[in-house]
């Protein structure tokens, strides 16, 4: 049996993991304020966060209510595949609607969070640019009522 090479986790010291947890915390958090919690100098923890986005560690991301921009429906949608699931993850993840793309184990091949703008929306998405794509076998929507948890501050363990 072939074993799947993985790459190994860049190793962050200390005062990296607290620079990434101060973001998590506040993303607009000054790179003083930062400075000063973790004891280094301004232009190092500037260089520090550079390292750590140019790398692909961290991202510094604004995160929205979809609803309070008109996006109405959101879902995760369970998706059966055949074939190379890699290349269905390719195509799913081009699509503007769909935000988060995983390839798991168990009983769909592939689960994509989407967001739009009503039911409408949702209904073409699945029908017309999800379930026609090459080796898509079935889907299942899983509708979101409401957002009760979304946490982007779990640290760096």
């Not at 168990?106 to 998405?125: K, M, N, P, R």
Request: include cysteine; glycine fraction near 6%.
């Amino acid at each position: 049996m072939a074993t799947v090479p993985r790459t190994s986790p860049t190793h962050l010291d200390a005062t990296s993991k607290k620079i990434i947890e101060q973001l998590q915390e506040d993303g607009r958090r000054s790179y003083t304020e930062i400075a000063k919690a973790v004891g280094l100098s301004e232009a190092a923890v500037r260089q520090r966060v550079q390292r750590l986005t140019e790398s692909g560690i961290m991202q510094i991301v604004a995160v929205t209510d979809p609803l309070q921009l008109g996006f109405y429906r959101q879902a995760m949608i369970g998706i059966r595949v055949t074939g190379d699931t890699r290349i269905v993850a390719d195509a799913l993840a081009a699509l503007p609607e769909v935000d988060y793309v995983v390839l798991t184990a168990g009983t769909f091949d592939l689960l994509a969070e989407v967001v739009c703008e009503d039911d409408e929306e949702l209904l073409v998405l699945l029908n017309s640019r999800i379930r026609s794509l090459d080796g898509v076998v079935a889907t299942e929507t899983f509708v979101y009522l409401k957002l009760h948890k979304q946490q982007y501050d779990w640290g760096t363990r």
